[in-house]
């Protein structure tokens, strides 16, 4: 399995721009789906976005437009471009690892990071 570490979470205010990555180790990247969940206070953990081995991008309806991933795997690196984030947007962001397809459901993920803060407030 991979080892996940995220890192790259901070406070911003609203309408601001952070970046997210999430490092794996392991020789198996290249053929793994990454994915992005996040947890609010109180909140369920939801899927956020994920992109597969074949670079396949899907995103959730509440980041569509602001979130965009990316995956160098050169470096065994993904990367989540966030912008105009929102209160909504504050929470624990985790990335997870599956094979090959991406899929919106946590229990479909084997490896998981420790996740990284994201604070979004005025």
């Known amino acids: 399995q991979l080892r996940i570490v995220e890192s790259g979470g901070d406070l911003v205010q609203p309408g601001g721009s952070l970046t997210l ?3 794996a180790s392991g020789d198996t990247f290249d053929s793994a789906a990454i994915g ?4 609010g206070p109180g909140k369920e953990r939801e899927g956020v976005t ?3 081995s074949t670079y396949g991008e899907w995103y ?3 980041v569509q437009g602001r979130f965009t991933i990316k995956r160098d795997n050169a470096k ?3 990367h989540l471009q966030m912008n105009d984030l929102q209160p909504e947007d504050t929470g624990v ?4 690892t599956r094979y090959v397809h991406c899929s919106m459901y946590r229990n479909d ?3 998981w990071g420790q996740g990284t803060q994201v ?3 005025s």
């Open 21 to 23: 990555s999430c490092a």
């Open 36 to 39: 992005w969940f996040r947890q």
């Open 50 to 52: 994920c992109i597969s």
């Open 60 to 62: 959730s309806r509440a």
């Open 76 to 78: 065994n690196t993904v």
């Open 93 to 96: 962001y985790y990335c997870a």
């Open 109 to 111: 993920y084997g490896s």
């Open 119 to 121: 604070t979004v407030f």
